[in-house]
């Protein structure tokens, strides 16, 4: 950063954002209410799913590859061979266009953490945002949820304001603690703002100076209510930025963010599946995740549920399974394509019969498809039944492009 003319110190203003669970939703809904408000936004995330240029979005629209080449070249040369990880220079190139680049608004995701994540060179957010913490990554950051709050907070600031979800008491608590240190205000969900729900099209925002009625998302889930209600509460609290009634109703609508409990309609896996079937993706790959997508699937007793999952070795696989075992009919174990950290399929399988479920090992997905939906039918069962593939955000990329799903494209190679 030195050596590119310290490009953190020029990025306009900038929403950073912590936690384990839906900071890419929380990103997606503020980028759709302050792009709704005719603000521009730079945003960074990751993982990608398909293409590496996702993770990076300047003024509103994903970068070209040229550009993106371009950039990481500089990057690399500046370097001048010393060590540095793949995120890291991935950080650097981002920097470097949106300084480049004007914008009212810079959305930033940590990688991993955030008190020694690369995002975490930024000097002076304008806000900084808690999303929900769970257990995660705890070889990184411990193995506890006070531990693991205590690196996520590592991105608070003094006199930088920070909005957060509700948080368990642990992590909670460590959180108040560390606000307290730095000379931080914080915004707690169910203390200084919060959600209702006002039926199934709709939710209710309510803060100390307003009552805001919201349609419900596009995406789908309760989860999804409470990431758009933290996008709100980081709009009304982003100084020197009018984001009105209407704005926020729209962002919230409009907001798109895929693989997360995004039904595949159409494409080369779907066409597998007999047509009364339902074929499903989400990218959730920890406990957290999983007790969110189980209380999901408590309203999915209408059909069979089968489950294709796969995941990477340090994620916490009987945790993941878990709160989803007794939902599930049968499960198909694949191994995650071109990712040598995965679990094997056999691995995956043990761990899930570990858990209760009945499993079967399938090299593929596609094979997965084939066997849950052909061994269903020559059962002599009949009717429709769901397929639900997760795990891995790694996987679920994997499957949009096998899809063919219209988001697909040719990947950015990095040498």
């Given at each position: 950063?030195?050596?590119?003319?310290?490009?953190?110190?020029?990025?306009?203003?900038?929403?950073?954002?912590?936690?384990?669970?839906?900071?890419?939703?929380?990103?997606?809904?503020?980028r759709?209410?302050l792009?709704?408000?005719?603000?521009?936004?730079h945003?960074?995330?990751?993982?990608?799913?398909?293409?590496?240029?996702?993770?990076?979005?300047?003024?509103?629209?994903?970068?070209a590859?040229a550009?993106?080449?371009a950039?990481?070249?500089?990057c690399?040369?500046a370097?001048?061979?010393?060590p540095i990880?793949?995120?890291?220079?991935?950080?650097?190139a981002?920097?470097?266009?949106?300084?480049?680049?004007?914008?009212?608004?810079t959305?930033l995701?940590t990688?991993?953490?955030?008190?020694l994540?690369?995002?975490?060179?930024?000097?002076?957010?304008?806000l900084?945002?808690l999303?929900?913490?769970?257990?995660d990554?705890?070889?990184?950051?411990?193995?506890?949820?006070?531990?693991i709050?205590?690196?996520?907070?590592?991105?608070l600031?003094?006199?930088v304001?920070?909005?957060?979800?509700a948080?368990?008491?642990d992590?909670?608590?460590?959180?108040?603690?560390?606000a307290?240190?730095?000379?931080?205000?914080?915004?707690?969900?169910?203390?200084?703002w919060?959600?209702?729900?006002?039926?199934?099209?709709?939710?209710?925002?309510?803060?100390?100076?307003?009552?805001?009625?919201?349609?419900?998302?596009?995406l789908?889930?309760a989860?999804?209510?409470?990431n758009?209600g933290?996008?709100?509460?980081?709009?009304?609290?982003?100084?020197?930025?009018?984001?009105?009634?209407?704005?926020?109703?729209?962002?919230?609508?409009?907001a798109?963010?895929?693989a997360r409990?995004?039904?595949?309609?159409?494409?080369r896996?779907?066409?597998i599946?007999?047509?009364?079937?339902?074929?499903?993706?989400?990218?959730?790959?920890?406990?957290g995740?999983a007790?969110?997508?189980?209380?999901?699937?408590?309203g999915?007793?209408?059909r069979?549920?089968?489950?294709?999952?796969?995941?990477?070795?340090?994620k916490?696989?009987?945790?993941?399974?878990?709160?989803?075992?007794?939902?599930?009919?049968?499960?198909a174990?694949?191994a995650?394509?071109?990712?040598?950290?995965?679990l094997?399929?056999?691995?995956?399988?043990?761990?899930?019969?570990?858990?209760?479920?009945v499993?079967?090992v399938?090299?593929s997905?596609a094979?997965?498809?084939?066997?849950?939906?052909v061994?269903?039918?020559?059962?002599?069962?009949a009717?429709?039944?769901r397929v639900l593939?997760?795990?891995?955000?790694?996987?679920?990329?994997?499957?949009?492009?096998?899809?063919?799903?219209?988001?697909?494209?040719?990947q950015?190679?990095?040498?």
């Open positions: 950063m030195d050596r590119l003319g310290r490009p953190q110190d020029h990025l306009p203003p900038v929403v950073h954002v912590a936690g384990t669970n839906g900071k890419g939703s929380l990103v997606a809904f503020l759709a209410m792009e709704a408000s005719g603000y521009r936004a945003a960074y995330t990751s993982p990608h799913l398909v293409r590496f240029t996702e993770r990076i979005v300047v003024g509103g629209g994903e970068i590859d550009a993106l080449s950039l990481l070249e500089e690399e040369a370097n001048a061979g010393e990880t793949l995120f890291e220079i991935t950080t650097v981002a920097f470097l266009a949106f300084a480049r680049s004007p914008a009212d608004v959305l995701e990688g991993l953490g955030g008190r994540d690369a995002t975490n060179v930024v000097p002076a957010p304008r900084t945002v999303t929900p913490i769970s257990l990554h705890e070889s990184y950051l411990g193995d506890t949820l006070a531990a709050a205590s690196e996520k907070a590592g991105i600031k003094h006199g304001a920070c909005v957060t979800a948080q368990p008491p992590a909670a608590a460590t959180i108040s603690a560390r307290a240190r730095v000379g931080t205000r914080l915004f707690i969900e169910g203390v200084d919060r959600i209702e729900q006002s039926g199934a099209d709709s939710f209710v925002y309510s803060d100390a100076d307003a009552t805001i009625v919201l349609p419900a998302p596009t789908i889930g989860h999804q209510r409470r758009a933290l996008a709100v509460a980081c709009a009304r609290r982003l100084p020197g930025l009018s984001i009105g009634a209407e704005a926020l109703a729209r962002g919230v609508r409009r798109q963010w895929p409990l995004q039904r595949l309609e159409a494409g896996l779907r066409r599946l007999p047509d009364d079937w339902e074929l499903w993706l989400d990218g959730g790959h920890n406990p995740a007790q969110v997508l189980a209380q999901h699937l408590e999915w007793s209408d069979p549920l089968f489950v294709i999952y796969g995941m990477l070795r340090s916490h696989a009987a945790g993941f399974l878990a709160p989803l075992a007794r939902r599930i009919t049968r499960l174990a694949v995650i394509p071109g990712e040598s950290a995965s094997t399929a056999e691995e995956a399988a043990e761990l899930a019969i570990g858990q209760g479920c499993a079967v399938a090299a997905v094979d997965a498809l084939r066997t849950l939906s061994g269903y039918l020559t059962d002599g069962h009717g429709p039944a593939i997760c795990g891995s955000l790694y996987l679920a990329g994997a499957v949009l492009s096998e899809n063919n799903h219209p988001a697909a494209s040719a950015v190679i990095l040498g």
